[in-house]
């Protein structure tokens, strides 16, 4: 079955410490891997995608992802985060032809002074 | 860039009530698709449309039912408004990836 597991619900890290946010995955196909962020009362922006190739991929705001096929994991990574990161972090699974993705229950930041 | 538009941000209703959120994309995307999403289940899929007259149920259709008569606009319509569908709605648009509305708030007493 098709699943994304985020399994840290909420994390709480410091501001200019870095930021290593968890995401697996099971999908039966060559998987198209998503994170999006959500800022409170807002929609899902993305924040960078994987497609194919090089598998550490770039995003806005200074995140960057991996792509470990080996261990089924697209986690999310920023080196120094800032308090405007604080949000709600979802990593999502899907098919090229865009017809059906899968969410994980995502992951909420809090960032402390 | 890529614009998803929920005309209604925040809605109160009565139980009972038709509702309706609308749902439009300027990107000429055939896919659209329609989530709840609430704490601690994350985003559940309700309906999803691939052109225009077409839908197909998600994971949670029960008390929702959808229109799309033109390929950028696509409606999720709850016939009879409870208060156990009091949650946050996102409208999708989707080609590769997937570009979000910013979300409409329904309260139902």
């Known amino acids: 079955a098709q699943s994304v597991t985020q399994p840290d619900i909420h994390i709480t890290v410091s501001e200019g410490a870095s930021l290593e946010l968890r995401c697996n995955y099971s999908?039966?196909?060559?998987?198209?891997l998503f994170w999006y962020v959500q800022s409170p009362g807002q929609g899902l922006q993305l924040l960078l995608k994987y497609f194919s190739g090089d598998t550490l991929v770039q995003g806005i705001k200074g995140f960057e992802a991996e792509f470990k096929r080996s261990q089924s994991s697209f986690n999310l990574r920023k080196p120094s985060v800032h308090w405007s990161d604080a949000a709600e972090y979802f990593c999502a699974v899907g098919a090229y032809t865009g017809n059906q993705f899968y969410f994980g229950t995502g992951t909420s930041l809090t960032v402390i002074p | 860039d890529v614009k998803v538009t929920q005309s209604s941000r925040y809605l109160v209703k009565r139980t009972g009530e038709k509702v309706f959120l609308e749902c439009v994309q300027d990107m000429d995307h055939e896919n659209m698709f329609w989530y709840r999403q609430d704490p601690g289940l994350g985003l559940r899929l309700i309906y999803f449309?691939?052109?225009?007259?077409?839908?197909e149920k998600g994971d949670i259709p029960e008390g929702y039912s959808v229109s799309r008569e033109k390929k950028e606009r696509f409606s999720l319509i709850l016939e009879s408004a409870s208060t156990n569908q009091t949650s946050m709605y996102l409208c999708a648009s989707i080609k590769n990836t997937i570009y979000f509305g910013e979300g409409s708030w329904l309260t139902v007493v």
């Open positions: 449309s691939y052109d225009v007259k077409m839908k």
């Open positions: 999908y039966g196909a060559t998987p198209y």
